[in-house]
């Protein structure tokens, strides 16, 4: 039995297990992977102390800190079901089940599929949802972006060093990124934007060779050898039945981090807080650790 289950491992759960190991709560993280979205991320220029990052360093950072600490932890496990009975949360995963007296939900999001004809069928095979991981790989290449948020700015702002064009695709008339990354793409020669797009299909043999695009005027064919899927991030709540949520799937919190059932905090990506980013999810894991050890101090 511990007093505090954490399920997740990216800017929010780490720093709720920085918060509950300074705290000397007896707790258990078990997440999926470590870093969550923070590795997908490119260019960091927004995160507080640092003036540039890399993802990848910041979410090394981030296990770095974790790691000082004796915490015990389960990795590769995913969260499938969560409830309370009594006083008592239980945490089922794909290999055990947990017990203990709360629970903070930091499981983050992922990313939204096209739903178009081949992206099943090329998925890691022209195509993916990751240009920090896969953008190597497409070294003096066409390249599709599809999205039209920071996700596939971020994404573009990669592929400018490493492709030989690329088409900013966005299914939206203007593009809602950032303004300071926006200017950066336009002032590059290999950005194609197109706006008020949208992708049908993606074509290729046995890998990605094409993708079919729609507008208002007409549909036609564009040679890509890869296709980036930018598209927004659906919240990895699915095994939190019982717990309120929006109509976006995120989950309901206030300003303390506790949900409709008390014991139970939520912190991240995967709530309902309305700005996604890193150093917003780290401030609300710190938030929902503090609100779990005030309750225990109070239910002890």
Do not use: W
């Not at 923070?38 to 220029?45: F, N, Q």
């Not at 920090?132 to 390249?143: H, I, M, Q, R, S």
């Not at 700005?275 to 239910?299: P, T, V």
Request: aromatic share 6%; glycine share 8%; charged share 25%.
């Amino acid at each position: 039995m511990y007093d505090l289950i954490i399920a997740g491992a990216g800017p929010a759960g780490i720093t709720a297990s920085v918060y509950a190991a300074r705290q000397r709560i007896n707790f258990l993280l078990i997440t999926k992977d470590i870093g969550g979205q923070t590795v997908l991320s490119a260019d960091i220029e927004n995160y507080t102390g640092y003036q540039f990052v890399t993802g990848l360093e910041l979410a090394a950072k981030f296990e770095e800190h974790m790691k000082k600490y004796d915490i015990e932890l389960k990795e590769n496990e995913e969260a499938k079901e969560i409830r309370k009975e009594g006083n008592i949360v239980s945490l089922k995963t794909d290999k055990g089940s947990y017990e203990a007296k709360t629970a903070i939900i930091a499981s983050g999001k992922h990313s939204r599929k096209l739903d178009v004809p081949g992206e099943a069928e090329f998925k890691n095979k022209g195509l993916t949802y990751c240009a920090t991981c896969d953008g190597p790989l497409f070294a003096e290449k066409d390249v599709a972006v599809i999205g039209g948020g920071n996700s596939a700015l971020d994404a573009t702002l990669q592929l400018i060093n490493i492709a030989r064009r690329i088409y900013l695709i966005d299914i939206a008339p203007e593009l809602k990124g950032e303004a300071i990354t926006q200017e950066k793409i336009r002032a590059s020669k290999k950005v194609s934007i197109l706006n008020n797009t949208q992708i049908t299909a993606v074509l290729g043999d046995r890998m990605v060779s094409a993708i079919k695009i729609k507008t208002k005027e007409a549909e036609k064919t564009l040679s890509a050898q890869g296709v980036f899927v930018e598209i927004g991030l659906i919240p990895n709540s699915e095994f939190t039945r019982g717990i309120d949520k929006n109509k976006q799937d995120e989950i309901k919190i206030n300003c303390r981090n506790e949900t409709n059932i008390p014991g139970i905090f939520a912190a991240g990506d995967v709530t309902d807080v309305p700005e996604k980013q890193i150093i917003i999810a780290a401030g609300e894991g710190s938030k929902a650790a503090l609100s779990a050890f005030r309750y225990l101090s109070q239910h002890r």
